[in-house]
């Protein structure tokens, strides 16, 4: 109890003991100027000048003055090092030790009572500072600008597999190999699809009179490109000698089917095949009988094309009609002709 009244009378009196300052953050201690002598021997010596003839020798220096040190010459000036400043360390001492603060830059002043100020370069690089407008960085950004694009390498560019290369893959529309017109009509790509026409033809009776044969058809063409599919309806009324003196009066009913083929244009030929069955109603010596009538043909022919949607019909080919009876069949090779107006 006695040792611990004692330190703390002791501690009241002399103070707080004092601590050894931490490492990295201690002053380094003044540099004194160098002395006279010693700067008299680092000056380097020069050969006395001679006096000129009549002139006066100047007094030489009196004893107990120090000769000042020769100048330095300005072609090659001395460098001058400035030891770092406290304010560059991280934390420096705090203390009269620092009178102003070195800005980099800035004029140095001294900071530590001893040290001579260092010398201020001359020339171009001891411009003071200045401040800048807008227009001048703008001005100097575009000048940076164009520099890199005069200076820059033109490298061509590499894919990366991450990038969507784009592939055409539609192909162009074929050019159609036909003729095309500037002035109407132009070609049709097709024929008619209806078509109104008349067909005749001419056999002989059993007495060897002749018996003529008007037909009206009715044409529907579903296929009508290059190929022909033509489903024919025809209706036929006698006429000739007998059926002018009133003797006789037939009629037929045929349905026929016609399959071919054409080139459309203008003026569109076409070769076709025909083949169909009906019935007939022949008169004999006043009585009349039913005959079943199948027929086979080949038609050759054009339609004409005179509008967009109107053709003319014309076409010469053979015919055999078959008319077939129960006692008896008849045959006939005909040559027919048709005409007809096509939509």
């Known amino acids: 109890m006695s040792v611990g009244l004692a330190f703390a009378v002791l501690t009241a009196l002399l103070g707080p003991p004092k601590l050894p300052p931490i490492g990295g953050r201690s002053v380094p201690p003044p540099e004194l100027p160098a002395a006279p002598s010693e ?11 001679t006096p000129p003839k009549g002139a006066s020798p100047s007094p030489g220096p009196t004893a107990g003055t120090v000769p000042p040190p020769p100048p330095v010459a300005p072609s090659t000036p001395a460098p001058s090092v400035v030891p770092p400043g406290p304010e560059v360390l991280a934390d420096g001492p705090k203390g009269a030790a620092i009178a ?22 001359s020339g171009p690089s001891a411009a003071p500072l200045r401040m800048v407008s807008s227009d001048e960085l703008s001005r100097w950004d575009r000048e940076d600008a164009s520099a890199k694009l005069t200076t820059a390498p033109t490298t061509p560019r590499t894919s990366t597999p991450n990038e969507t290369t784009l592939v055409r893959t539609a192909a162009p529309e074929a050019a159609d190999p036909r003729p095309r017109f500037r002035r109407p009509p132009h070609p049709p790509d097709r024929s008619a699809a ?40 025809e209706f036929g009324v006698e006429g000739g ?33 025909q083949g169909g069955a009906g019935g007939a109603r022949v008169e004999l010596f006043g009585r009349n009988d039913v005959a079943l009538l199948y027929t086979l043909g080949l ?3 054009a339609q004409w094309a005179v509008g967009r949607w109107l053709f003319l019909h014309a076409a010469v080919g053979w015919i055999r009609p078959t008319f077939v009876w129960p006692q008896r069949t008849l045959s006939y090779d005909r040559v027919a002709f048709k005409l007809g107006v096509g939509f």
């Open 39 to 49: 700067l008299e021997a680092a000056a380097p010596s020069e050969p006395e000048a």
């Open 299 to 301: 038609d050759v022919g």
């Open 194 to 233: 209806f078509v109104l026409g008349y067909r005749y033809f001419r056999i002989q009776d059993a007495l060897g009179r002749a018996q003529d044969w008007h037909l009206a058809s009715i044409e529907v063409t579903p296929m009508r490109r290059y190929v022909r599919l033509n489903l024919i309806t």
């Open 100 to 121: 102003t603060p070195r800005l980099p830059g800035g004029p140095a002043t001294p900071l530590r009572p001893g040290l001579a100020a260092p010398r201020k370069p």
């Open 241 to 273: 000698e007998a059926a002018a003196k009133g003797d006789r009066a037939d009629i037929l009913l045929m349905e026929r089917l016609g399959l071919g083929m054409q080139y459309p244009h203008v003026v569109t030929p076409f070769l076709e095949f």
